[in-house]
């Protein structure tokens, strides 16, 4: 079965800093991987994805993730956080050999940038 | 791009009464909905997933009868909490599935008292 596991319940980091939200994964096959963000009473934005090619993916506001088959992780990373990155951080799954291909999430990592 | 519209963002209720919570999907075809409920400080819940025209396939430990789920259209899903209790109070965030992939939408609160 698949999973994800986000060890970090939350990342505290300073305004101008570089920030890391950790992610890993496991799945048999290849997976899709995903990076959403949740504000308060919202539902889930899009970061970004990575399913096949580069190793390092570009996303929306900066964000980007590097995929390490390797070490079967999927970290979440950016150069310069802003205080407006604090949210709700989700990584999930999408197995390929799935018929309707859901999600599985991890348990969210909040980040708190203060500044 | 993908906008997927949930309607409504909140929701008071009286316990024993039922709640339809609406998810369209605005510019673009959902081939699968998905319905998820959240817990404080926790995850999505997968509840079920839906095809258009075809019944709901959920997830283990979430009752069918309770939380029934209608797919009409390749634009809207639908998720009706029947006969709510406190219990059942909790975020309910619906996703779907096209072209560009999965797109959600912006979560109901459901408050049962």
Redesign the interface.
Known sequence: AQSVAQPEDQVNVAEGNPLTVKCTYSVSGNPYL?W?VQYP??????LL?YITGDNLVKGSYGFEAEFNKSQTSFHLKKPSALVSDSALY?CAV?PMNTG?????????TRLLVSP | GAV?S?HP?RVICKSGTSVKIECRSLDFQAT?M?WYRQFPK???M?MA?S?EGSKA?YEQGVEKDKFLINHASLTLSTLTVTSAHPEDSS?Y?C?A?GAY???????T?LTVV
Do not use: E, P
């Open positions: 995903f959403y009473n919202r539902g889930l934005q899009f994805k989700f999408g309707f291909q859901k999600l599985v999430f991890g348990t969210g | 997927v949930q963002s699968t998905f926790q995850s999505l997968l997933t095809n396939t975020f965030i996703s599935r992939g999965y797109t959600f939408g912006s979560g609160r």
